[in-house]
């Protein structure tokens, strides 16, 4: 499946909105999109958005049970 246009643009956009630091799981991050009126379907689907940008090196994954996602201040 590929992803679709501005979807971690989206990501971004809500996290700071709702001021998020520190990591959150795909289903935190999910939530936090719902609250902004952000339909996004599945924390599975963050969590591919999330896990593609971590190739990059834009997102950091941290390893456990469930992963925990950071996202580096874009203002750095």
């Not at 998020?20 to 591919?48: N, P």
Request: charged share 35%; hydrophobic share 35%; glycine share 8%.
């Amino acid at each position: 499946m590929a992803m679709r246009e501005g979807e971690f643009e989206r990501i971004l956009t809500v996290l700071e909105e709702a001021d998020a630091d520190g990591t959150l799981t795909a289903r935190e991050i999910c939530d936090l999109l719902e609250e902004h009126d952000e339909a996004f379907g599945s924390a599975h689907r963050v969590a591919t958005v999330l896990g593609r940008r971590a190739q990059s090196g834009e997102v950091e994954v941290i390893q456990g049970q469930p992963y925990r996602y950071r996202v580096p201040d874009r203002d750095n």
